[in-house]
């Protein structure tokens, strides 16, 4: 037997606003997370202060990633000047997915040319072991002053959003060591080692629930959990090993606010993904809106699901394909526009700047 019993379903809990309202429960983002109709489609998009914007290179060119990342009130105006720029509905914090696994046991290291590098990856099941529990957050205190500040500088009318790897994402980059393509030392250990794996995940979980609702306390009014390599696996396998970790990562916030639960690769899981839980289901481009609607049931909020390869096209393309994926959401409540992955660091400002002009546009019910 390699599958832990999975907890009751956490998919569709009660949210309550305690009194009183503040004016981001009433912002288009958060109407649209609990399926209220909205008089226009919200809008913000993944890595929306990146690469593509000359600022944020400007920042880039005096501090390393991680320093960003570590320096709240540096992170923080990255995005609060990106939001301003681009007239988005939501503020994501500026952070990543690893840095929770410093305080776990994890060597990382955002090597130049390299991304991120683990220098002590998990590669056996005795390895497993020397991953520590988050039960200390204060490593991690960077992150929620981050979330404190963006959400103090932010118009009080739009939310921030938290965020966090999903398990099977974090498990990958601990396995691998870093980035892979086909995360075959991910899946060795998961076939070969199931005690371990589930172990590995239960750890991982515990520590991503921790972490959520941490950044709750600090402010946020969402979070997001991206599980941005699990496509690389089945259903079956999915729902084996992978589905219980995902519900435990995100049950204890969900009683708490909306959560995004977003992945990528593979629209198979698509049914699997609202059954391990999520307000909002995050999809890319490789299905069409209605039919990803029709896969979690429209008792979901959706997000998504423009491919950020658009943006490198012209800016009347932009606009077409804004209003085909406005089009297939059919103007039913519960519709988050956003791109199916992250801004390409080399798409044209212009092209961002023309999406969420036609967006707005397209999306405006009035």
Same mark, same amino acid.
Request: neutral net charge; aromatic residues 8%.
């Given at each position: 037997?390699?599958?832990?019993?999975?907890?009751?379903?956490?998919?569709?809990?009660?949210?309550?606003?305690?009194?009183?309202?503040?004016?981001?429960?009433?912002?288009?983002?958060?109407?649209?997370?609990?399926?209220?109709?909205?008089?226009?489609?919200?809008?913000?998009?993944?890595?929306?202060?990146?690469?593509?914007?000359?600022?944020?290179?400007?920042?880039?060119?005096?501090?390393?990633?991680?320093?960003? /990342?570590?320096? !709240?009130?540096?992170?923080?105006? +990255?995005?609060?000047?990106?939001?301003?720029?681009?007239?988005?509905?939501?503020? =994501?914090?500026?952070?990543?997915?690893?840095?929770?696994?410093?305080?776990?046991?994890?060597?990382?290291?955002?090597?130049?040319?390299?991304?991120?590098?683990?220098?002590?990856?998990? *590669?056996?099941?005795?390895? +497993?072991?020397? =991953?520590?529990?988050?039960?200390?957050?204060?490593?991690?205190?960077?992150?929620?002053? /981050?979330?404190?500040?963006?959400?103090?500088?932010?118009?009080?009318?739009?939310?921030?959003?938290?965020?966090?790897?999903?398990?099977?994402?974090?498990?990958?980059? /601990?396995?691998?060591?870093?980035?892979?393509?086909?995360?075959?030392?991910?899946?060795?250990?998961?076939? *070969?080692?199931?005690?371990?794996?589930?172990?590995?995940?239960?750890?991982?979980?515990?520590?991503?629930?921790?972490?959520?609702?941490?950044?709750?306390?600090?402010?946020?009014?969402?979070?997001?959990?991206?599980?941005?390599?699990?496509? /690389?696996?089945?259903?079956?396998?999915?729902?084996?090993?992978?589905?219980?970790?995902?519900?435990?990562?995100?049950?204890?916030?969900?009683?708490?606010?909306?959560?995004?639960?977003?992945?990528?690769?593979? !629209?198979?899981?698509?049914?699997?993904?609202?059954?391990?839980?999520?307000?909002?289901?995050?999809?890319?481009?490789?299905?069409?809106?209605?039919?990803?609607?029709?896969?979690?049931?429209?008792?979901?909020?959706?997000?998504?699901?423009?491919?950020?390869?658009?943006?490198?096209?012209?800016?009347?393309?932009?606009?077409?394909?804004?209003?085909?994926?406005?089009?297939?959401?059919?103007?039913?409540?519960?519709?988050?526009?956003?791109?199916?992955?992250? +801004?390409?660091?080399?798409?044209?400002?212009?092209?961002?700047?023309?999406?969420?002009?036609?967006?707005?546009?397209?999306?405006?019910?009035?």
């Amino acid at each position: 037997m390699d599958t832990p019993p999975p907890p009751p379903s956490p998919s569709r809990p009660p949210h309550s606003v305690s009194p009183p309202r503040r004016p981001w429960d009433d912002s288009l983002f958060l109407r649209a997370c609990r399926r209220e109709a909205v008089p226009r489609t919200p809008v913000w998009l993944m890595r929306q202060a990146g690469r593509y914007l000359p600022e944020y290179r400007q920042v880039r060119g005096r501090v390393a990633f991680m320093e960003l /990342c570590k320096t !709240p009130s540096l992170a923080a105006e +990255v995005m609060l000047s990106t939001v301003a720029r681009l007239g988005v509905d939501a503020a =994501i914090i500026f952070s990543d997915l690893l840095p929770i696994l410093e305080p776990m046991g994890l060597d990382l290291e955002f090597a130049a040319g390299e991304g991120p590098v683990i220098h002590n990856p998990v *590669r056996e099941a005795g390895d +497993v072991a020397r =991953i520590r529990e988050l039960d200390d957050l204060d490593p991690l205190a960077f992150v929620f002053d /981050c979330v404190r500040a963006t959400r103090a500088g932010l118009d009080e009318t739009l939310p921030v959003i938290g965020f966090a790897g999903a398990p099977f994402t974090l498990a990958g980059y /601990c396995i691998e060591g870093g980035t892979s393509k086909a995360w075959l030392h991910t899946k060795s250990l998961m076939y *070969r080692e199931p005690s371990a794996w589930h172990d590995l995940m239960d750890r991982l979980a515990r520590g991503v629930s921790r972490y959520l609702l941490a950044q709750l306390d600090a402010g946020a009014q969402c979070v997001q959990l991206f599980d941005s390599w699990v496509g /690389c696996l089945g259903p079956e396998d999915y729902r084996r090993y992978v589905l219980p970790h995902s519900r435990t990562a995100m049950a204890a916030a969900l009683e708490r606010a909306p959560v995004v639960h977003f992945a990528t690769g593979n !629209p198979s899981l698509l049914p699997l993904l609202a059954e391990a839980g999520g307000t909002v289901i995050g999809v890319d481009w490789r299905i069409g809106l209605d039919e990803a609607w029709r896969a979690i049931g429209h008792d979901r909020a959706i997000q998504g699901n423009l491919d950020p390869a658009v943006l490198l096209a012209d800016r009347a393309t932009v606009r077409r394909r804004a209003g085909d994926v406005l089009a297939s959401a059919a103007g039913r409540p519960g519709h988050i526009f956003n791109l199916g992955h992250g +801004v390409h660091p080399q798409t044209p400002v212009e092209n961002v700047l023309e999406l969420i002009a036609a967006v707005k546009e397209f999306g405006s019910r009035a």
